[in-house]
């Protein structure tokens, strides 16, 4: 059922090499979240994202200190692979310190290619952090009317949200089908089904994902004792995925920045500094993202007690936002009566029968 | 009569333990895992059969556990060492409520309920620091036996200290001390206390209530479970085998399906 979703993502950037050489149009990348992706569609280009790869990590090291995260690490080897050679210009927002950090190596290395930053005002003044968010907007979109050499208009937005709207509902969908029925949704399979929209354009990911939507809502209801909801950046290395489906641990919902919380922003609704404050800051909490008016914990406790879940937090070395997040979400899950566990993973990693050791005592204990 | 079989079998050693009905320890074996460590754990079953006088025919039902518990075909199940070990020690020491398992590539404490159910448990992360591993390298930095290590930590004069974790920074810095002429009992105190301050940083995270008790090949070092005792303001009780707390009480859910 997922089998295609795995074979683009096996290809590494090779879907959107072919699109652009079969298109002709340009490529920007999202480093990694949390840039309204209808911008550069509207702009006739394809956003892309990369979140960390399965890289050993060798070049990177002459950049980036060992110390860096593991997901910006790899990022950057895969930069210096060639595996960005097809992206035109790249779009870097400030979630991390790593990341902001990355954006400037990437100035440095790749100086024929754009790097534009998109800063995330961390400021409780919620006016002035709109204000600022549209001058971000309006400075990326004039940088990417340079890149891609069209200017962008309302028609071309429009037609881009319905183009991104589409491609949420269905999404959303898929969400849904896997709250509802988490026994007929293999992990490695949801995943799998996610990640490879990051390398194709909206459209063909859209293209994809409706039939298997479409399918999955017709499964029957199949039992799935253990349920869980993962807690995270991104669920990378993606392998470990299958852990979860081979020790009968059904992940029901997900709090990841590559997943749940980019998902529940919706669409851009419009330019103007409410439209960009509500993208942005609009949806569920994030640990990169400085909100006082949100509680992560709160919302994570209800999260599990609607889904009748235990949370898994999946940490990537050396993640700051969540680890830093970490020790206060336990306790606050523990609180609500929530069975929580942790693990750490780094990429690239090998073997994980430790982790293995851990999930199954989880299930044991919940 | 039934009888019940647990293998354990670690990142360093394969267990096996035959009991009966009443938890009866009839006959158990300890291994070295070689390269094979398949063939490691039905050597040790064999020879636990062996010792209990018992045939493979006797056995109703076994369950594997540890690392390579996954290989073990043969077993009706196969379980974490995290609830084997809390089910073996509830079964020697009843009112065990926090459990420290320290075996030879990782370290796990346990908050422990009524007959062994783990309510919540922590991990070491992958490297060695706070496991066997970590003494069996610095105990061969000084030439000495693990038994040996322990037995001269007992006898420290002088407080040292590791400043390092790090199995390999930690075996350099004992390199650097015995350079400079520092005795072997008071180097080995200091690594007894660098692992054992990491331990106590891992039962924190499951919060300390008593009973203590501590299982794993890392109990039978007696300097440890001392300098573990002082940290921790409290007895720590230590089964007579702690090394077959996995594998016994793996017999025991053998027995319980």
């Not at chain 1, 429009?158 to 959303?172: F, N, P």
Request: proline content about 4%; glycine content about 10%.
């Amino acid at each position: 059922m997922f089998e295609e979703f795995v074979a683009i993502n096996s290809r590494g950037a090779g879907a959107i090499r072919d699109w652009k050489k079969r298109t002709g149009r340009k490529v920007v990348a999202v480093m990694p979240e949390y840039f309204p992706p209808e911008v550069i569609t509207a702009l006739g280009a394809c956003p892309v994202r990369f979140r960390g790869a399965q890289v050993p990590i060798s070049k990177a090291d002459t950049y980036l200190q060992s110390f860096s995260c593991t997901t910006t690490r790899t990022i950057l080897e895969q930069a210096l692979d060639g595996e960005m050679d097809e992206v035109d210009a790249f779009v870097f927002t400030s979630m991390c310190d790593n990341q902001q950090n990355l954006a400037e190596v990437f100035k440095r290395l790749f100086p024929g290619r754009p790097v534009i930053i998109f800063m995330i005002p961390f400021t409780s003044q919620v006016q002035s952090r709109r204000e600022r968010l549209k001058e971000q907007l309006h400075a990326a979109i004039a940088g990417l009317e340079q890149v891609t050499g069209s200017t962008f208009t309302q028609g071309a937005f429009e037609q881009a949200k319905a183009l991104h709207g589409k491609h949420g509902a269905l999404v959303d969908r898929l969400y849904e089908v896997r709250r509802r029925n988490p026994g007929a949704v293999t992990a490695h399979g949801f995943y799998s089904a996610l990640k490879a929209g990051s390398h194709l354009p909206v459209e063909e990911h859209t293209d994809m994902l409706g039939p298997l939507v479409s399918r999955l809502e017709k499964e029957p209801v199949r039992p799935a004792e253990h349920r869980i909801i993962i807690a995270g950046i991104t669920p990378e290395p993606l392998e470990l995925t299958k852990l979860f489906d081979e020790l009968g641990l059904y992940i029901v919902d997900d709090d990841m920045t590559s997943g749940a919380r980019l998902y529940s922003k919706g669409v851009l609704a419009g330019t103007d500094a409410a439209g960009i404050d509500a993208f942005v800051f609009g949806g569920s909490p994030c640990s990169t993202l400085y909100d006082p008016s949100k509680d992560r914990g709160a919302y994570l406790v209800g999260k599990a007690r609607a889904s009748r879940a235990g949370v898994v937090l999946w940490q990537i070395k050396f993640c700051e936002p969540e680890a830093f997040e970490r020790p206060d979400l336990t306790a606050r899950l523990k609180q609500g009566g929530v069975p929580v566990m942790s693990f750490e993973v780094e990429l690239p990693m090998a073997g994980f029968e430790g982790i293995r050791t851990r999930l199954q005592a989880f299930k044991e204990i919940m | 009569m039934s009888y019940f079989a647990g293998i354990d079998v670690g990142s360093l050693t394969a267990k096996a333990v035959i009991i009966d009905r009443d938890n009866k320890i009839l006959g158990s074996h300890i291994l070295g895992i070689g390269q094979d460590s398949l063939k490691a754990g039905m050597d040790a079953y064999g020879e636990a059969l062996k010792k209990a006088g018992l045939k493979r025919e006797d056995v109703t039902s076994i369950v594997s556990t540890g690392y390579s518990r996954k290989r073990f075909t043969e077993a009706a199940m196969q379980k974490t060492e995290i609830s084997c070990h809390a089910r073996g020690i509830a079964a020697v020491f009843p009112s065990v409520r926090t459990l420290l398992d320290v075996g030879g590539q990782d370290s796990k404490s346990m908050k422990v309920g009524g007959e062994g159910r783990v309510l919540d448990f922590a991990m070491n992360d992958k490297c060695a620091a706070g496991t066997g591993r970590f003494v069996d390298v610095m105990a061969a930095a000084l030439s000495l036996t693990l038994d040996g290590l322990s037995d001269a930590a007992l006898s420290f004069k002088e407080e040292l200290s590791l400043s390092s974790t790090c199995t390999v920074f930690g075996e350099s810095e004992v390199v650097s001390l015995l350079s400079q002429g520092q005795s072997v009992p008071d180097i080995a105190w200091a690594i007894v206390k660098s692992i054992a301050d990491r331990l106590v940083s891992l039962v924190k995270r499951v919060g300390i209530e008593q009973d203590i008790a501590m299982s794993g090949g890392m109990a039978k070092n007696r300097a440890l479970v001392a300098r573990l005792e002082d940290r921790i303001g409290f007895d720590i009780l230590v089964p007579p085998e702690p090394q077959l707390m996995g594998a016994f009480g793996a017999a025991i859910i053998a027995k319980g399906r």
